[in-house]
């Protein structure tokens, strides 16, 4: 992925505060052409910079208030075919192959206990897999955040900027 300069990351943090932001309005915010910001919002779409409108979706607003995180113990060789599996499974939102003494780290959001136990079935039922373990989430204290990685990178480029003008 293409590394985003400061033009990116303004736009991408005013797009935070204001996500139905028009390329017209973002322009006249930022002090911006319009075809630049259309250029790069379109390049940032591409590039993958911009994630899927579905991950802004709130599974509990769809009926799956419950999110617990399943640490799953495989037999390596048969990673693919378990992915591959894993995908079929509609309550299973994310994964992430880590390190540790899982393999898998999947976040699992189900409509109630009884959902969430029939799940850990499909994915114990997988050839493969030797062991999931399974926690709760009580609740979310740090929601899923990136605004405060642009502010840091901007504060940052200020910071050098006015460091190499008083020099």
Known sequence: MQQLDATDMRILSALCRQPK????????????????VQTRMVRL?????LLPFEQRINPAALG????????????????QSIVEQ???????????????????LARV????????????????????????DTS???AELIPHRTTSLMDQYLADRAARHDHESAG
């Open 21 to 36: 932001a028009s390329a017209v309005a973002l322009a006249a915010e930022l002090g911006l052409g319009r075809n630049t």
């Open 45 to 49: 779409e591409t590039s993958g910079a």
């Open 64 to 79: 799956f208030p419950l999110v617990s995180f399943v640490h799953i113990h495989i037999q390596q060789r048969r990673l």
């Open 86 to 104: 894993l995908t079929r499974i509609p309550e299973i939102v994310e994964a992430h192959g880590v390190t540790g003494s899982a393999d898998i």
């Open 109 to 132: 959001v189900a409509s109630g206990a009884e959902e969430l136990f029939r799940v850990n079935g499909q994915i114990l039922a997988i050839d493969g897999v030797e062991r999931a």
């Open 136 to 138: 709760l989430s009580m």
